[in-house]
């Protein structure tokens, strides 16, 4: 078969190197992935919400007055938590239940629960010019 009679896919799959394409989308997405999972934890009020999704799913109002903080602000922030794709909304008749999206998110609270408590007590986050972070 002469080189013209080469279909283009055929041509490009060649000299492609999947490893390498595949490698960089893949760490482009790992990145993402927790970039969105430290926006969601960077706020106390999101930690408890998604600590309160973890023991079981709940209705807004239930949560509103589980953590004591407004309708208002509770609806904020999960928006927030459905936008970083940690929650969903699951409609029950005319309301609405929030979730968990995933149940392995549950098992990373509890990793990353249990992995801070190791880290030293006297230890402080700190940013590059000194400053507390956290």
């Known amino acids: 078969m002469s080189p013209k009679a080469w279909s283009v896919d055929a041509r490009f799959h060649e000299f492609r190197n999947p490893c390498t394409v595949s490698g960089v989308l893949t760490l482009a997405a790992d990145i993402e992935v927790l970039a969105r999972f430290g926006r969601a934890l960077a ?22 007055d589980t953590l ?47 992995a801070v408590v190791a880290v030293e007590a006297d230890r402080t986050c700190v940013d590059a010019e000194g400053k507390g972070c956290c």
């Open 43 to 64: 706020d106390p009020i999101r930690c408890r919400i998604l600590l309160a999704l973890r023991e079981a799913p709940a209705h807004p109002a239930d949560l509103a």
């Open 68 to 114: 004591e903080i407004s309708r208002t602000r509770l609806s904020n922030h999960l928006a927030c938590l459905r936008d970083c794709g940690l929650v969903v909304a699951v409609p029950v008749g005319r309301r609405t239940r929030y979730e968990l999206a995933d149940e392995r998110l549950g098992h990373a609270l509890d990793d990353l629960r249990t």
